[in-house]
Structure formats: structure tokens, C-alpha cells
């Protein structure tokens, strides 16, 4: 084989014409260069965060399309798509490097195998296409809102693809070709036009060749200015996102003299990296599919409220950028300063005209929005900055909430028991307290209680059978008594970043002068908080979640169970042991040892259903749509359960008032798994 043949779908047109693509090209690049700087001018009136780019996790989602394939027809849709258009887009480049520079990228069977790629791809990615359109236009999921936008990129791009395919097949058609078995569908097409006459199809030719460019032109053009902006932003998106995302948030300096105001009113008040996630968005649905609070009727969808901050940010961006050009202008640095519309434009408030307070407040934090996000993009900080500007700056928020900043306030914990009884639960257990210890650094574990634990008359029965199992294992603990206060969680996720820091660095300054090094906890909440939240403040600890603790206690014949219980049970996981913290077998580990009979719900795992009391909605009242703990009981229900485990207080609580609802308290228990174990020793 002596060198490449010339033909490529291009390279058959004459070669005056075809100068004529170059100044196109070059009109469509700069169109598509200045659409991409405004956007980029956009991110940047946003406020300067430090961000990691981790690129295995630009490979695995980008290229892998990892979490895009966790939903089987979309996830093929868009992967039949996005590899097939690369594939030919590469192949395209280098034949066109070759063809008109003369540069050797080619040779011998590296081409056939470009060509076969990229046939082959071209065909994966018309089939995702038309997937796309039969799921938006006729199977029409609810999900899916659509655009005019949407329909012009997808006909765009099938448009594109099949003209390629035309062209390659007139040419085939007209001269032949040595290789067609590498173009298999290029050659199918060929088939149709044998025998028609040749100075017609040389005509089509040229005619479909051009329209085939100027299309392909204009889909670089329309890039920004569309959702196809998202090939470069999700990719960019995906690899700029934090990991600590929802499991902590930036540390407010709340004596900063130089500080306004704090959280979110205003768009620009946003990070950038917050900002590109509203063009990374592509409204899939995904994130409101999975949304506890979208799904009992709330007023909040999460891809709803990307989409209204992304409005925002296109009221508000031209108007910040043109001011600070109007100042660079009054400097001299500048153009000349526009007219009076610059001080005179007004974009609409951002808390009660763009985003609903009910909407701000009926988020549960579960993360399951941002678990199922293909290019992860993260709702719930940019829901806690709204909440803190609510709270600290409009003292704004539930009325029922103030009675549980005063008992924070007050007594130190959210129900207003006197802070002197915090240890009453255990009276009589013998449970030892640091305060009262002589050498408490030979304690190996503080058992932090909580607040649940420790007022909570059901979840103190938890807070027994933890020390029952502790003890039966011979574990050196000892809890804070009377010093432990609130861990702060629901205080900061409601927005009340004062009273979270407060609380706080009381519970951190007793436990460094302790010297605590490990902390047990029962509630996810404290574990979470412990864990994430307290290194910013200088809290540093290895925190373990009860149901890890047992699970290994059982695993390392520790501790024994004389029984097995062989009753019917389903698992619900909390989200902020699940989710937020990957807790996902040793829960069922230690189910599995006491026997039971378990039968997973629909929504298990990282899919799981939140409870309804997280983010500090345990203490509001649920009055707008159907309640969440309602909706999670009766996904426990339909799998016939005796028993319902869980490894959170909050969740025992939501759970049993949930069969409540359903007038199943003689029919199905709630059970925390450390009960079950304590009553197996």
C-alpha cells in the first residue's frame, strides 16, 4: 500500500473551492472562541476558591463515562454519542492534516483502522442520537423539560453525521474504492446510489459536501451559546469537584472586619468553580429523580434551581462586567464609560424572585442529588451559603427554629433539656466519665453520645445497648457527661454558622484538653460532623460509627451472640453514614451475624431515600407536600418487613413515627443494629 488514497468524504472537491473552508473555519472559531471568553468572563465575576484537578477522575468520568452508565439507556445514549463524534472528529483532524499540510499521520494499516473506527463510530453515535430523540419526544420521561435547544443540538449533530455518510457513499459510488470492506457502512450507503447516473451524483457531491461543512461549522459556532457547552465545562467540572463537597463547608472568619456580609445574595457571591457548574448542567433530571423533597411535592427540584441561578448569573454577569469596565474607564485604563443604564440596571433579587425561600428551606442535604450528578455538579453548598445569609444577615428563617437556636444557645442541645441532666441516661450502667477518671489519656474511646442519645427517650434504649456491647468486648471507654454539648450539626446546616462555631470550639477545647485521639459515636450526624466539620477548627480525631465498631467487634470474635434472630428485616441507610461517608457493609455485616432475613428495599445504598430529617429539617415542621419519612416507611413496607434496622437516631425517630402513618407498630418494630446485637449477648 504506497501511501493513503485520497478518499476521505473531503478531499474529492476541487481545490479552489475548497480554500474557501479555511476562512469559514476561521469565522466559526472565532465565534465559538468569543462565546467560550464570555462565558469565562461570566465564571470569573465569582468569587477566587482553591480547587484540585484530579485527573483520575477526569478519565474515569469523561472517558469512562462512569457515573453516565449507572442509568443503562441513557447511559449508552450518551456514550454511543460522545465516543462515536470523538472518534470521527480525531479521524477527521489527522486526515485533514495529512490531506492538505502533508504531514504523515497515516500509514499503511494505522489508516484502515482509523477508517474502521471511524465508521463504526459514526453509526454508535446516529443510534445515540436517535435515542435521544425517542426518550425526549415520545417516551418523554418527566424529568426531561424541553427546549428548542435541545432539539437543535440534536438534529445538528444527526444531520451532520448522516450527510457524512451520504457524501462517503457518493464517493464510493463515483470512484471506487480498494478498502470499502474498512468503511462498511460508508460502503452500505454506496450500494444505494450503484448505477445512478455519475455527473448527477459528482454534483450531490459537491452540493452535500459543502452543506455537510458549513453544518459542521456552525456546530462549532453554536457551542457556547447552547447546552453543547457542556462538552468542555462537564469535563472541567468533573475534575474540579470536591470531594469534601456537602460533608463540610468553608469556615466563615466571623470576627473579619473586612467581611459585608456572609453567605449568598447575590450571584457573583458564588466561588467560580460554583458558577461553572451552571454551565455544566445539562437539565438531565437526574439529581431531581433522586431528590426526597422533588418527589413528596416540595418546592424544590434541584435541576430547577441550577437552571434559575444559571438565569441569574446571565441577568447579573453583563451588568457586573460592564461596571467594572465603566471603573477601568474613569481610571483612564479603560474604554469610555458607558452610559447611565451601568448604574442604572437592576436584576432581579436572588433570594425571593430567583430562588423561593420554601424552596431554599426544603432541602434534607441527603446528597442524593450530587451522588447521581454525572458531571457533579454541587446543589447543596450552594444551598447552605443561601441559608447563611438568611440566618446570619436577615435573621430569616422557620419560626420553629428559633426555639432550637435557644436551646442550643442555652442548654446545648435542640430539646431543651437542662444540660445537667445529660448524663442521666446512664445512671446505674457504671459508664465512666472523663471528668471524673483519673488517667483518662488510658482510655482508648470517648463514646460521643449525642443529643438524641442522651435526651431522646427512645434513643437513649441505643445509647444502652452500646454500652452493653462496649463493655461485653472489653473496650476501654468513657463518655464526656455533663461537658458534651450539642456537635453543631443541624445548627450549621440550617445556616447558623455563629451558633455551629460556638458550639464547637467548646466540645473541641474539652476534648484536646482530655487529649482524645479516638471517638465512637452512634449518630451519623456527630460522626460526620466529628469527622469533616471539626478539623477546620483544630478538632482532629478518628472518628468510628458504632456500626463499624461492631461489625469488627463480631468479625474479631470479640464479642459472641448466643442467638440468632430470624425474623424478616429491611435496611435503611442514613445518608450521612452511606452516602456522605461510604458506611455501607458493615451495617449489613452486622445483620448478617445476628441472623435476620434481609430483604434490601428499591432504594438502597447510595440510591437510598432519605429520611426527611436532615439538614436540619428534623426540627421544622414538614408542611408543604406529602411527608418524606411517610414515603420512605411505605418503600419499607412493600418489602413485607417484621423489622426495620437503622444506625441513626434521627432515622429511628422518622421511621417509627412513619408506621405510625401506616398503623404498624404491633406488625413491624423499628430496631437501631445495636439493640439487636446487645440482646443476642
Known amino acids: ?101 502533508g504531514i504523515k499521520v497515516f500509514t499503511g494499516n494505522v489508516y484502515l483502522l482509523f477508517s474502521f473506527l471511524a465508521d463504526v463510530g459514526g453509526v454508535a453515535a446516529i443510534i445515540g442520537v436517535l435515542m435521544a430523540i425517542i426518550r425526549r419526544y415520545l417516551l418523554k420521561p418527566d424529568r426531561l423539560d424541553n427546549k428548542p435547544d435541545d432539539l437543535i443540538s440534536l438534529l445538528l449533530i444527526l444531520i451532520i453525521l448522516v450527510t457524512g455518510y451520504i457524501v462517503e457513499g457518493i464517493r464510493m459510488a463515483v470512484a471506487g474504492d480498494n478498502w470499502a470492506a474498512y468503511s462498511p457502512f460508508g460502503n452500505l450507503v454506496a450500494q444505494l446510489f450503484a448505477g ?60 473579619a472586619e473586612d467581611v459585608e456580609s456572609f453567605g449568598v445574595s447575590t450571584v457573583e457571591e458564588f466561588t467560580q468553580k460554583q458558577l461553572l457548574d451552571l454551565d455544566s448542567c445539562t437539565r438531565c433530571g437526574r439529581c431531581q429523580d433522586n431528590c426526597p423533597a422533588y418527589l413528596t411535592k416540595k418546592p424544590l427540584s434541584p435541576k430547577k434551581m441550577t437552571q434559575d441561578l444559571k438565569e441569574a ?15 477601568l474607564a474613569k481610571k483612564g485604563l479603560g474604554e469610555e464609560a458607558t452610559t447611565n443604564e451601568v448604574e442604572e440596571a437592576v436584576t432581579r433579587a436572588l433570594i425571593g424572585e430567583v430562588i423561593e425561600e420554601d424552596t431554599i428551606w426544603a432541602c434534607t442535604t441527603c446528597r442524593a442529588c450530587q451522588e447521581v450528578c454525572p458531571v457533579y ?8 451559603e443561601l441559608r447563611r445569609n438568611l440566618v446570619l444577615m436577615e435573621s430569616s428563617f422557620p419560626q420553629e427554629v428559633q426555639l432550637t437556636f435557644r ?77 458534651e454539648k450539642c456537635c453543631g450539626d443541624s445548627a450549621r446546616r440550617i445556616g447558623n454558622e455563629y451558633l455551629y462555631q460556638m458550639l464547637a470550639q467548646e466540645n473541641i477545647e474539652t476534648m484536646n484538653n482530655y487529649q482524645v485521639k479516638k471517638i465512637i459515636t452512634a449518630c451519623p450526624h456527630c460522626y460526620n460532623t466529628l469527622k469533616n466539620d471539626y ?144 440482646e443476642k449477648l
Open 535 to 678: 478539623p477546620q477548627l483544630g478538632g482532629n480525631y478518628e472518628v468510628i460509627h458504632h456500626s463499624e465498631l461492631i461489625a469488627r467487634l463480631l468479625a474479631e470474635n470479640k464479642i459472641k451472640l448466643n442467638s440468632t434472630d430470624n425474623r424478616r428485616f429491611t435496611y435503611h441507610d442514613s445518608c450521612y453514614l452511606g452516602r456522605y461517608n461510604r458506611v455501607f457493609n458493615e451495617p449489613r455485616e452486622v445483620l448478617k451475624n445476628v441472623g435476620v432475613k434481609l430483604t434490601e428495599m428499591s432504594r438502597n445504598r447510595e440510591t437510598s431515600f432519605c429520611c426527611g430529617a436532615g439538614g436540619g429539617r428534623m426540627w421544622m415542621e414538614e408542611t408543604l407536600g406529602e411527608r418524606i419519612n411517610v414515603e420512605r416507611t411505605r418503600q419499607a413496607l412493600d418489602t413485607s418487613p417484621e423489622g426495620i434496622a437503622v444506625n441513626c437516631p434521627y432515622c429511628l425517630t422518622m421511621l417509627e413515627d412513619g408506621i405510625k402513618a401506616f398503623d404498624k407498630t404491633e406488625e413491624v418494630k423499628v430496631y437501631d443494629i445495636a439493640e439487636l446485637v446487645a
Open 1 to 101: 500500500m504506497n501511501g493513503i488514497p485520497q478518499r476521505e468524504l473531503y478531499w474529492n472537491i476541487n481545490h479552489t473551492a475548497k480554500f474557501l473552508m479555511y476562512p469559514l473555519f476561521l469565522i466559526a472559531l472565532a465565534i465559538f472562541v468569543y462565546g467560550m471568553y464570555r462565558r469565562y468572563q461570566y465564571w470569573k465575576i465569582g468569587q477566587k476558591t482553591d480547587v484540585k484537578w484530579d485527573f483520575g477522575r477526569f478519565l474515569k468520568e469523561t472517558f469512562l463515562q462512569k457515573r453516565i452508565l449507572n442509568e443503562l439507556y441513557p447511559g449508552l445514549m450518551h456514550f454511543g454519542i460522545f465516543w462515536g463524534f470523538t472518534v470521527l472528529f480525531l479521524t477527521t483532524l489527522l486526515v485533514a492534516i495529512q490531506a492538505d499540510f
Open 196 to 255: 445512478a447516473n455519475e455527473g448527477t451524483l459528482r454534483l450531490w457531491h459537491v452540493i452535500l459536501w459543502w452543506g455537510h461543512m458549513l453544518l459542521a461549522f456552525g456546530f462549532i459556532a453554536y457551542i457556547p451559546y447552547s447546552k453543547l457547552i457542556h462538552i468542555f465545562t462537564a469535563p472541567i467540572n468533573q475534575a474540579l469537584a470536591d470531594p469534601q463537597s456537602a460533608k463540610t463547608f468553608p469556615l466563615i472568619d466571623l470576627e
Open 377 to 384: 455538579v454541587e446543589h447543596i453548598p450552594k444551598t447552605i
Open 313 to 327: 448569573l446571565n441577568e447579573r454577569a453583563p451588568v457586573i462586567i460592564a461596571r467594572a469596565k465603566a471603573e
Open 407 to 483: 436551646n442550643m444557645e442555652n442548654n446545648g442541645n435542640p430539646w431543651g433539656v437542662g444540660w445537667a441532666n445529660r448524663a442521666d441516661w446512664a445512671e446505674g450502667l457504671e459508664v465512666p466519665i472523663l471528668g471524673e477518671i483519673e488517667n483518662p489519656e488510658e482510655i482508648e474511646y470517648l463514646y460521643w453520645v449525642g443529643c438524641a442519645g442522651s435526651f431522646d427517650e427512645r434513643n437513649k434504649k441505643v445509647s444502652r445497648a452500646l454500652v452493653k456491647i462496649l463493655k461485653t468486648a472489653g473496650i476501654k471507654f468513657a463518655i464526656l457527661g455533663t461537658e
